[in-house]
């Protein structure tokens, strides 16, 4: 079964900018993935925040954007905010299911 | 707008079957341009996807479940239900009903979450 890797956790400063990436251990993530990227706060449940790679939906901040970039999928956070600190989930499609990623602990310090 | 609600029992017995439902409201099962889909979170621990339906009966499981597994679409077409036969505490999880979008210009978006419910496997 596939394995979706990413970052464990990862530290931003308040204004900065981060990366946080998703990879298949099939190969390159592309578009037929469809990656999907979710926040989850403690005690809620997840919520979408980029679909399909790189489209935001209506609730999603302008600071959050998806991409495909160097064969996985990314998710950009620009002009980071306290709020933003998280546990980041991918989604991706593959061999007829979907397969999450164990998650990034986003801290904002 | 879509709305979710989970349902079922809180505890299940190990070997036993978990049974959940999940109430639609604001839109269609009977609609193709949706999935109704199950995923599951153990506590402190990642999110797991346990299988969908689509309006047109069509059902895909998780490989690690799927022995165990069936999801259905209920009479009234209000409700979706999981069942998890043979549970063990490793099943012990909050379980979510999810919405899985589909739009034919950019693709799938898993958008509408129920609240989550908790189960817990225990005798």
């Known amino acids: 079964q596939t394995v979706v890797t990413q970052e464990p956790s990862l530290t931003v400063s308040p204004g900065g900018t981060v990366t946080l990436t998703c990879a298949s251990s099939t190969g390159a993530v592309t578009s037929g993935y469809y990656p999907n990227w979710f926040q989850q706060k403690p005690g809620q449940a997840p919520r979408l925040l980029i679909y399909s790679a790189n489209n935001k939906h209506s609730w999603t901040p302008a600071r959050f954007s998806g991409s495909l970039l160097g064969g996985k999928a990314a998710l950009t956070l620009s002009g980071v905010q306290p709020e933003d600190e998280a546990e980041y989930y991918c989604l991706l499609y593959s061999g007829g299911g979907w397969v999450f990623g164990g998650g990034t602990k986003l801290t904002v310090l | 707008q879509v709305q979710l609600q989970e349902s079922g029992p809180g505890l299940v017995k190990p070997s036993q079957t978990l049974s959940l439902s999940c109430t639609v409201s604001?839109?269609?099962?009977?609609?193709?341009?949706?999935?109704w889909t199950w995923i599951r979170q153990p506590a402190g621990k990642g999110l797991e996807w346990i299988g969908r339906?689509?309006?047109?009966?069509?059902?895909n499981y998780n490989p690690s479940l799927k022995s165990r597994v069936s999801i259905s679409v209920g009479t009234s077409k209000t409700q979706f239900s999981l069942k998890l036969s043979s549970v063990t505490a490793a099943d012990t999880a909050v379980y979510y009903c999810?919405?899985?979008?589909?739009?034919?210009?950019?693709?799938?978006?898993?958008?509408?979450w129920g609240q989550g419910t908790v189960v817990a496997v225990s005798s």
């Open positions: 604001g839109g269609s099962i009977g609609s193709g341009s949706y999935f």
């Open positions: 999810v919405t899985q979008s589909y739009y034919s210009d950019s693709g799938h978006a898993f958008d509408v």
């Open positions: 339906i689509h309006a047109s009966g069509s059902t």
